[in-house]
């Protein structure tokens, strides 16, 4: 299956942009994908621990499943103040 995946903030700077499109095997989970990015960009495994994630728009946990088509959107940690 194909999902569209959708990066920000330093995110996007690692993996040189702000979309990408991922292939994944049926089944698969929103921390799959996440998987798959830090094998491509190993700088994102920093971030593994407090990245966070939406599919289709609305926040999801790392273990909800995704489907062919989705969008998955993956946020670094917000400072600031």
């Known amino acids: 299956m194909h999902v569209a995946i959708r990066l920000f903030a330093r995110l996007r700077e690692i993996a040189g942009g702000p ?3 991922l292939e994944l095997p049926a089944g698969a989970l ?9 094998a491509r960009h190993p700088e994102l495994a920093a971030y593994s621990s407090s990245v966070s994630c939406a599919i289709n728009e609305e926040y ?3 273990d909800a499943a995704v489907h062919d ?13």
């Open 19 to 21: 979309d990408l499109t």
């Open 30 to 38: 929103a921390g799959d994908a996440w998987q798959a990015l830090a």
């Open 60 to 62: 999801a946990r790392m």
């Open 69 to 81: 088509g989705d969008e998955i959107a993956f946020l670094p940690p917000v400072s600031g103040g």
